[in-house]
């Protein structure tokens, strides 16, 4: 099984969805180690001394102003995890909370926090037994970071509130604890505060919601060209030499796949032959470069957001190299905030443009000779009528789902917390976004697979030939008369989450970007 070593500076996004789709087992590096002993030492030495240090000594939040006395120092650190569990809602993913653990550890082991080994260790052993403690839906205002998810991982840690086991049951994390061989930590000083206080939640969310679009974004260029085939349209507009005279780079890489794609068509420019030429597509044709590339970059700059959060250490107060301990504002979600919003937002552009190039094949007064709705009978049969409709309501959720949440700020904590970031929001709605386009996109290549096919005597590209014949290997059923359609859209929408279209093309085409 493939191990990801946990170092002192930061992981990678390669690292984060080892660990929490792949289940990759984790360790601590003997650097690690090492500094978290010596940011532990600091923290000893400074809760031996009579001045309050926030985090150390004294409450948190509006509490802050209290010293805490050393009796009290470790329930104080209980108190706030089990205070702060306090999530609502439905369960948040296994594979949400698995990367929300493995980035809390990249951050405890910087040895900037001050945590034990021992603590950093037993986060290990959880993770490596397959235990995921219960996180729910609602809870977090992204500042100080995902404060009531990461409170219920650590409650987990401490023996308390429930867990998923490897087998899928949830029961008390203190059983599966016991059966894995796993003692609960019993949290000192700055402990508590270190577990709760980051962006672990909404960055795990950012890292696998880019790695699904980029899968995604490959398969819109290919449904993009099977549906500029599909309507007889002109490749010309996807020459290199015009996309470079704009030189967006995601502009460009989207009209290059889309021209190996076609590449061999005998229905591209057909509409030369016809008795009205077309002087040009439709924008949703001629345009789909534009829009998926400006997508792309913005992938690109949330790429480069997250692999500086990814090397990050975020907690407050940190242990700084010169053994000072300083409040800072690093938790505050803001950075992660905006991209998680800006990728919604070019999501759901995607997904728009994705479905006025479907309602284009099913419309016979604008896709030049295809039956109406691609029906077998059009009047007797309604053909893909009412798929356009569900992805008409994808897209229009869509659309609702891309309103930031990162403009919205609620003040919490008796307005010591007055400004926070939504990050967490961000980042669920953004994971519906992603499934939401993985189903436009699955309805766009059920569509222009059939408007293929149903024209007669011409010959497709040999790449569409091969994401036809890969499709209905896959169950995507081909034209033909009425029959329940759920289950082929399911089918399709499995084909295109899976990687399935982009897979069948790539052995023609060569790899696509």
């Not at 031996?48 to 805490?68: C, N």
């Not at 700059?301 to 301990?325: F, I, M, Q, T």
């Not at 893909?384 to 789902?401: D, G, N």
């Not at 996109?441 to 030939?465: D, F, K, N, V």
Request: glycine share 10%; hydrophobic share 45%.
């Amino acid at each position: 099984m493939h191990t990801v070593v946990v170092g002192t500076s930061g992981t990678t996004a390669e690292d984060v969805i080892a660990v929490a789709r792949g289940n990759a087992r984790v360790e601590l590096s003997g650097e690690a180690l090492d500094a978290l002993a010596r940011a532990r030492e600091i923290v000893d030495a400074l809760a031996a001394k009579p001045e309050p240090v926030y985090g150390v000594s004294t409450g948190f939040g509006a509490l802050a102003s209290r010293h805490i006395s050393p009796e009290l120092r470790a329930q104080l650190q209980r108190n706030i995890v089990r205070s702060h569990a306090a999530g609502m809602g439905p369960r948040v993913e296994r594979e949400v909370v698995r990367a929300l653990m493995f980035l809390r550890l990249k951050t405890v082991a910087s040895g900037h926090t001050g945590v034990r080994p021992s603590v950093a260790q037993t986060m290990v052993d959880v993770l490596n037994a397959g235990i995921t403690p219960v996180v729910h839906e609602y809870g977090s205002l992204g500042c100080s970071g995902d404060l009531a998810p990461l409170s219920h991982c650590a409650l987990a840690l401490m023996g308390e509130g429930d867990a998923e086991g490897p087998d899928g049951t949830v029961r008390p994390a203190g059983e599966l604890l016991a059966e894995a061989g796993i003692t609960p930590v019993e949290l000192r000083e700055k402990e508590g505060l270190a577990l709760l206080n980051g962006t672990d939640g909404m960055l795990g969310m950012l890292v696998m919601a880019l790695a699904d679009l980029g899968k995604l974004y490959t398969s819109a260029d290919i449904t993009a060209a099977l549906t500029l085939e599909a309507l007889l349209g002109t490749e010309k507009v996807l020459q290199p030499e015009l996309h470079a005279i704009r030189p967006h780079p995601g502009q460009g890489a989207s009209a290059a796949n889309m021209a190996a794609v076609l590449k061999g068509s005998g229905l591209v420019r057909h509409y030369q032959e016809e008795t009205a030429p077309r002087v040009q597509d439709a924008y949703s044709v001629r345009c789909a470069p534009q829009v998926a590339g400006a997508g792309r970059d913005t992938m690109a700059h949330a790429a480069l957001v997250a692999s500086r959060e990814l090397a990050a250490a975020v907690d407050n107060p940190v242990v700084l190299p010169d053994g000072r301990v300083e409040s800072n504002g690093n938790f505050h979600g803001a950075p992660v905030a905006y991209v998680l919003d800006f990728l919604a937002i070019a999501a759901a552009d995607l997904g728009s443009i994705a479905e006025r190039r479907t309602d284009r094949l099913l419309d016979k007064n604008r896709s030049h000779g295809l039956p109406p709705f691609l029906a077998d009978d059009a009047g007797v049969d309604s053909g893909l009528m009412i798929a356009q409709y569900t992805q008409a309501a994808l897209v229009s959720e869509m659309k609702r789902l891309a309103v930031p949440a990162s403009a919205d700020s609620i003040p919490s904590s008796a307005m010591q917390e007055d400004h926070v970031s939504m990050g967490w929001s961000a980042a669920r709605k953004l994971r519906t976004a992603v499934d939401n386009l993985t189903r436009i996109i699955a309805i766009e290549l059920y569509a222009a697979t059939r408007a293929i096919e149903l024209r007669h005597g011409l010959t497709p590209a040999p790449a569409s030939r091969a994401a036809i014949e890969a499709a209905r290997a896959a169950g995507v059923q081909g034209p033909g008369p009425d029959r329940f359609l759920a289950p082929d859209l399911a089918a399709a929408d499995a084909f295109v989450r899976s990687g399935g279209l982009v897979a069948a093309v790539e052995p023609v085409t060569g790899p696509l970007a």
